[in-house]
């Protein structure tokens, strides 16, 4: 069924959303006619779309097919490495930079996830939001363009950590250590605390993996 295309979004966007979204998950095939329909846009739109996919290496060629890419275990080790540094720098930038205003932001998001723990999907989008607004805390703009990037690629895992049973509360708890170290501008401190909440999530989707591979 068509949905109506959203506002100040392009056909790049609306597919990436989807994906992020589990609309389209890894392996599943895009077709440019069916996505066309999906989002009201015409295909020119959406070929170009498809092939910056491709070339960002979210989409991958099955056949002359397009299907969503999936990440192997090495993949979304080698991704985790460089979230986690990346982000880690996001943090110390924003302990060093971010405006009393930004700070105030941070904290009443987190005041406002509370309210999520039990709701994994919801979470997980309110933890997105959590993360741009550090990366954008930090005012390094290339900094911000890499960290996007490493987020586009977080799309291509099928689950979130934050599914994993009481991961919601470790993680509020995690992201209040964040912005209060943040707020006191402890470069350091917010740094390695961030840091310290990437390597959590990887473990917690290693242990997700190993028990969905047993099952």
Not at 9 to 34: C, F, H, M, N, Q
Request: overall charge negative.
């Amino acid at each position: 069924m068509p949905q109506s295309r959203q506002p100040n979004k392009d056909a790049y966007s609306l597919i990436l959303e989807a994906i992020d979204l589990g609309v389209y998950k890894p392996g599943d095939r895009l077709v440019e006619s069916e996505l066309a329909e999906r989002f009201g846009v015409s295909r020119t739109p959406i070929r170009e779309a498809l092939q910056r996919l491709e070339t960002q290496s979210l989409l991958e060629r099955d056949g002359r097919s397009l299907i969503v890419a999936s990440l192997d275990h090495n993949q979304m080790a080698e991704l985790y490495v460089v979230r986690r540094e990346l982000e880690g720098l996001a943090a110390k930038l924003a302990a060093r930079h971010a405006t009393e205003e930004e700070v105030k932001v941070l904290q009443d998001m987190v005041a406002a996830d509370d309210a999520l723990v039990d709701d994994p999907v919801a979470l997980s989008r309110a933890n997105r939001r959590f993360h741009e607004q550090i990366h954008l805390a930090s005012h390094n703009r290339y900094l911000v363009q890499q960290l996007d990037l490493v987020h586009r690629t977080m799309a291509l895992m099928a689950t979130t950590s934050l599914a994993a049973q009481g991961r919601g509360e470790i993680a509020q708890s995690e992201h209040k250590g964040i912005v209060e170290a943040i707020a006191a501008r402890d470069e350091e401190a917010a740094g390695r605390a961030l840091k310290d909440h990437i390597s959590v999530a990887f473990t917690t989707r290693l242990k997700q993996d190993a028990i969905r591979r047993e099952s």
